[in-house]
């Protein structure tokens, strides 16, 4: 399949579910939102046209100028040849989605990961807790409007405006 009939498929069994659908941009993918997606990535990997039974790849986007942020998900079927994406979209102040560690086990440190940077909630994932920072780290450094703090423990911290203030360092 390819990915306007990919997109097709998956607008004829959810409907409104599938709020946009860009099969013939550079990265072909569909948008949905969280309540949608469980059953969507269900049929994604269980419909035998489909059959998208690898992760290849799960990221985290602030879109905080629309308040909302979103995953996206990279799906690779070995049977088919096929790729295929689907972004979801939730409000940045309860951003939560189900998880899909069940459906591809990729899931589990994708969506640890998504969690530790950008504050995503996975429900129903089985040990989501942050995976890069210590776990009394406060905020998500991915967020555009994150405050890197200035120091961590009685670490300081530092950022690039640091170094560029000092003149031993040139720039």
Request: charged fraction near 30%; include cysteine; hydrophobic fraction near 40%.
């Amino acid at each position: 399949m390819d990915a306007p009939q990919i997109a097709k498929r998956l607008a004829d069994k959810f409907g409104s579910a599938v709020t946009e659908s860009l099969p013939e941009d550079k990265h072909p993918r569909v948008h949905t939102v969280a309540e949608h997606w469980r059953s969507i990535a269900q049929f994604m990997r269980d419909d035998t046209a489909l059959v998208f039974d690898w992760l290849g790849c799960l990221t985290a986007v602030d879109y905080v100028a629309d308040n909302q942020l979103c995953v996206v998900y990279d799906l690779y079927s070995m049977q088919h040849k096929h790729w295929f994406a689907v972004k979801v979209f939730v409000d940045r102040e309860k951003p939560t989605i189900p998880s899909v560690m069940d459906i591809w086990s990729a899931a589990d440190w994708h969506e640890r990961e998504a969690f530790d940077m950008m504050g995503i909630r996975f429900e129903g994932h089985a040990d989501l807790r942050r995976i890069l920072l210590p776990e009394d780290w406060e905020g998500y450094p991915q967020r555009k409007d994150y405050d890197f703090p200035r120091e961590y423990h009685g670490i300081p911290g530092t950022t690039e405006l640091d170094w560029q203030q000092k003149s031993d360092y040139p720039m």
